[in-house]
C-alpha cells in the first residue's frame, strides 16, 4: 500500500545540514519501497539540493508557527508526518497530532512531545527523562536508531582498513563550518607527514574556502581540499583518523570505523561530546579549543595504534548502520496501527 508521508524539516548555511541528511535517508528508504514523500520546509534551497527530484518540496513561511502547515495538511490528505526541526515545539507537534499520524524525531528535551512514535537516535538517548503528553508515544532510543545515508550504510558492512602507521587524515565540519574552526584544524598538521583530506561543504562561504586554501598552502602537511566530493564516504573510509564537529557526522564516523578528533561547536552538539568522552569512543576537545588541542589530539593518534585500533573497533560496535530500516519500518506501522 502506497503511503503519503510529509517530513517537516529545515537545514542550511546558517543552521547547518545535520537535519536534511538523515531526514534524506529516510527519503530514500520510502521512496524504495513506493511511498509517496512531501518535503515541507522553511528552507527550500538547500531542500532542494539534499533530496531526491522525486520529491515535492513545499515552501512554509514560517519555523515555528503550526498554522500555515495545518492549513496545508487539511487540504492535502495525508497519511504520516516525520519531524526532524527544532522549532516544531509541542504546540506545533500538537496541531499536527490532531491531523494525522506523527513521528517526533527531537535530540534533546527542550520540548514536550505530543506524538505517535518519537525518535532520538544518539548515544545518550536512553538515559534522558522525557515529558510526554497525552499516550506515551513508542520509543526508538539510541544508536540503534542513528539515520545514517544509504553510501555510508553500504560502505560500514566492509571492514575497515588499517594502517599501523596513520597515513590519511579527515577535516570534516559538516555542511557549514558554523564555528569557523576549519582553518584552525587544518592547521595543526603542521610539522606532521600525513595526507589530509579536507571537505569544504556545500554551505561554505567562498571567503571561508578561500581562507582554508591559503591556510594549506601555508603548511608542511600534503592538504587537498575539496568542496562537497561525490567520494567523500570513500574518503571518511579510508582515513586513519578524522577531525570532526560533535554532529550528526559523529555517527557516521563511527558506523566506518574512523576514530575521531571530536569537538563541539553549538549547545545542541554538547550532549555528543560529553557521550563520547563517558564511553571513552574518541578524542573530545573542548568548545573553546585552540590550535594546541588540536595538536595534541593529532599527536595522540599518530604515536598510539592501540587507541586507534580500540576506537575503530568501539565505533563499529555501537553504530551498525541499520538505523533507517529499522525507523523507517516503525513510521510505516503507523499508518497500520492508526488503520
Same mark, same amino acid.
Given at each position: 500500500?502506497?503511503?503519503?508521508?510529509?517530513?517537516?524539516?529545515?537545514?542550511?548555511?546558517?543552521?547547518?545540514?545535520?537535519?536534511?541528511?538523515?531526514?534524506?535517508?529516510?527519503? %530514500? $528508504?520510502?521512496?524504495?519501497?513506493?511511498?509517496?514523500?512531501?518535503?515541507?520546509?522553511?528552507?527550500?534551497?538547500?531542500?532542494?539540493?539534499?533530496?531526491?527530484?522525486?520529491?515535492?518540496?513545499?515552501?512554509?513561511?514560517?519555523?515555528?508557527?503550526?498554522?500555515?502547515?495545518?492549513?496545508?495538511?487539511?487540504?492535502?490528505?495525508?497519511?504520516? !508526518?516525520?519531524?526532524?526541526?527544532?522549532?516544531?515545539?509541542?504546540?506545533?507537534?500538537?496541531?499536527?497530532?490532531?491531523?494525522?499520524?506523527?513521528?517526533?524525531?527531537?535530540?534533546?528535551?527542550?520540548?514536550?512531545?505530543?506524538?505517535?512514535?518519537?525518535?532520538?537516535?544518539?548515544?545518550?538517548?536512553?538515559?534522558?527523562?522525557?515529558?510526554? #503528553?497525552?499516550? $506515551?508515544?513508542?520509543?526508538?532510543?539510541?544508536?540503534?536508531?542513528?539515520?545514517?545515508?544509504?553510501?555510508?550504510?553500504?560502505?560500514? $558492512? =566492509?571492514?575497515?582498513?588499517?594502517?599501523?602507521?596513520?597515513?590519511?587524515?579527515?577535516?570534516?565540519?559538516?555542511?557549514?563550518?558554523?564555528?569557523?574552526?576549519?582553518?584552525?584544524?587544518?592547521?595543526?598538521?603542521?610539522?606532521?607527514?600525513?595526507? !589530509?583530506? /579536507?571537505?569544504?561543504?556545500?554551505?561554505?562561504? /567562498?571567503?571561508?574556502?578561500?581562507?582554508?586554501?591559503?591556510?594549506?598552502?601555508? #603548511?608542511?602537511?600534503?592538504?587537498?581540499?575539496?568542496?562537497?566530493? =561525490?567520494?567523500? *564516504?570513500?574518503?571518511?573510509?579510508?582515513?586513519?583518523? /578524522? !577531525?570532526?564537529?560533535?554532529?550528526?557526522?559523529?555517527? %557516521?564516523?563511527?558506523?566506518?570505523?574512523?576514530?575521531?578528533?571530536?569537538?563541539?561547536? !553549538?549547545?545542541?552538539?554538547?550532549?555528543?561530546?560529553?557521550?563520547?568522552?563517558?564511553?571513552? *569512543? /574518541?578524542?573530545?576537545?573542548?568548545? =573553546?579549543?585552540?590550535?594546541?588541542?588540536?595538536?595534541?589530539?593529532?599527536?595522540?593518534?599518530?604515536?598510539?595504534?592501540?587507541?586507534?585500533?580500540?576506537?575503530?573497533?568501539?565505533?563499529?560496535?555501537?553504530?551498525?548502520?541499520?538505523?533507517? %530500516?529499522?525507523?523507517?519500518?516503525?513510521?510505516?506501522?503507523?499508518?497500520?496501527?492508526?488503520?
Amino acid at each position: 500500500m502506497s503511503l503519503s508521508i510529509t517530513i517537516r524539516v529545515d537545514g542550511g548555511p546558517e543552521i547547518g545540514y545535520g537535519h536534511l541528511i538523515r531526514s534524506n535517508s529516510l527519503t %530514500e $528508504k520510502f521512496l524504495s519501497r513506493e511511498q509517496a514523500v512531501t518535503i515541507a520546509t522553511t528552507t527550500p534551497e538547500p531542500a532542494r539540493s539534499v533530496f531526491p527530484d522525486a520529491v515535492e518540496v513545499i515552501t512554509l513561511p514560517s519555523r515555528g508557527n503550526p498554522d500555515p502547515f495545518a492549513e496545508w495538511l487539511d487540504a492535502n490528505s495525508q497519511d504520516i !508526518v516525520f519531524t526532524d526541526a527544532y522549532p516544531v515545539d509541542t504546540e506545533y507537534q500538537h496541531a499536527i497530532h490532531d491531523r494525522v499520524s506523527l513521528a517526533v524525531l527531537q535530540d534533546d528535551t527542550r520540548h514536550a512531545v505530543c506524538s505517535d512514535l518519537f525518535i532520538n537516535g544518539n548515544l545518550s538517548a536512553s538515559d534522558i527523562n522525557y515529558e510526554f #503528553i497525552g499516550e $506515551k508515544p513508542k520509543t526508538c532510543l539510541g544508536t540503534d536508531y542513528a539515520l545514517l545515508g544509504r553510501k555510508i550504510r553500504n560502505r560500514a $558492512k =566492509d571492514e575497515p582498513p588499517w594502517r599501523a602507521q596513520p597515513e590519511r587524515a579527515l577535516v570534516i565540519m559538516g555542511g557549514s563550518d558554523i564555528a569557523n574552526l576549519m582553518p584552525t584544524a587544518v592547521r595543526a598538521f603542521d610539522g606532521f607527514d600525513i595526507h !589530509v583530506d /579536507a571537505i569544504v561543504g556545500p554551505g561554505f562561504s /567562498a571567503a571561508q574556502e578561500r581562507t582554508i586554501r591559503a591556510t594549506a598552502e601555508d #603548511i608542511s602537511a600534503d592538504v587537498c581540499i575539496a568542496r562537497d566530493p =561525490d567520494d567523500l *564516504v570513500e574518503r571518511m573510509f579510508q582515513a586513519d583518523f /578524522a !577531525v570532526s564537529t560533535s554532529s550528526s557526522t559523529t555517527y %557516521e564516523l563511527l558506523a566506518l570505523g574512523t576514530p575521531i578528533v571530536s569537538v563541539p561547536v !553549538v549547545d545542541n552538539q554538547e550532549p555528543i561530546a560529553q557521550s563520547l568522552r563517558e564511553r571513552d *569512543v /574518541a578524542r573530545t576537545l573542548d568548545r =573553546d579549543a585552540g590550535k594546541e588541542a588540536f595538536i595534541r589530539a593529532i599527536e595522540a593518534y599518530m604515536a598510539d595504534q592501540e587507541q586507534r585500533q580500540a576506537y575503530r573497533n568501539l565505533g563499529r560496535q555501537l553504530v551498525d548502520g541499520r538505523g533507517v %530500516e529499522r525507523v523507517s519500518a516503525e513510521i510505516l506501522s503507523l499508518s497500520e496501527d492508526n488503520g
